[in-house]
């Protein structure tokens, strides 16, 4: 039997997916380690940048971690509010791959599903996004195996549709639905 520990929580908008930070300062974003006591040598199961919310696993075990985030393929799905009415013939590019910048060099995103889809029934953001009344803010959902530094964000900026929020709503089987913002549950295991 593993003595190992695994959770998911509903990330917060403005939280760093870490527990220490390196800034000198203290830094003004607000870490993991304010939510819940995590056990010590808790690490997060891929990240969400400090404007992303939704979706984050989080184990004491790196054998799970590893397998999820590189050598599983396991889908994360994505809800993405964009900027500006999106095109069929971007969501095809979406679909089929695009060109994106990462570590100073060029890398071709993998195929994906992207579908459009209506508003998602989720909390509101802490912080307001910009409405209607400044153009269409339609919403995707994008499901990919990958996960590089800000694809998504990305990805729907490459074909000229940044996005405005995302909100990471399923791991593999697991799903973010009837959790609250900044809520933790420990779990009996995440794959």
């Given at each position: 039997m593993s003595?190992?520990?695994h959770?998911?929580?509903?990330?917060?908008?403005?939280?760093?997916?870490?527990?220490?930070?390196?800034q000198k300062k203290g830094g003004k974003h607000k870490?993991?380690?304010?939510?819940?006591?995590?056990?010590?040598?808790?690490?997060?199961?891929?990240?969400?940048d400090v404007k992303s919310e939704g979706l984050l696993l989080l184990t004491t075990d790196g054998k799970v971690s590893?397998?999820?985030?590189?050598?599983?393929g396991v889908e994360k799905e994505y809800y993405v509010q964009l900027d500006g009415a999106i095109t069929s013939e971007a969501i095809e590019q979406l679909q089929n791959g695009v060109e994106i910048g990462f570590d100073g060099k060029k890398y071709m995103t993998k195929p994906c599903k992207v579908r459009a889809m209506d508003t998602p029934d989720l909390p509101e953001r802490s912080k307001k996004i910009r409405d209607a009344r400044h153009g269409p803010t339609p919403w995707i959902s994008v499901t990919l195996?990958?996960?590089?530094?800000?694809?998504v964000r990305k990805m729907t900026s490459a074909v000229g549709f940044p996005t405005l929020r995302l909100v990471r709503v399923r791991v593999g089987d697991i799903l973010l639905s009837n959790m609250q913002v900044g809520e933790v549950k420990e779990v009996e295991e995440l794959v």
């Amino acid at each position: 039997m593993s003595n190992h520990r695994h959770f998911i929580i509903y990330k917060p908008y403005g939280f760093l997916s870490q527990f220490i930070t390196n800034q000198k300062k203290g830094g003004k974003h607000k870490l993991l380690g304010e939510l819940y006591d995590f056990p010590e040598n808790t690490m997060a199961v891929g990240r969400l940048d400090v404007k992303s919310e939704g979706l984050l696993l989080l184990t004491t075990d790196g054998k799970v971690s590893d397998f999820i985030t590189t050598r599983g393929g396991v889908e994360k799905e994505y809800y993405v509010q964009l900027d500006g009415a999106i095109t069929s013939e971007a969501i095809e590019q979406l679909q089929n791959g695009v060109e994106i910048g990462f570590d100073g060099k060029k890398y071709m995103t993998k195929p994906c599903k992207v579908r459009a889809m209506d508003t998602p029934d989720l909390p509101e953001r802490s912080k307001k996004i910009r409405d209607a009344r400044h153009g269409p803010t339609p919403w995707i959902s994008v499901t990919l195996t990958e996960g590089k530094f800000r694809q998504v964000r990305k990805m729907t900026s490459a074909v000229g549709f940044p996005t405005l929020r995302l909100v990471r709503v399923r791991v593999g089987d697991i799903l973010l639905s009837n959790m609250q913002v900044g809520e933790v549950k420990e779990v009996e295991e995440l794959v």
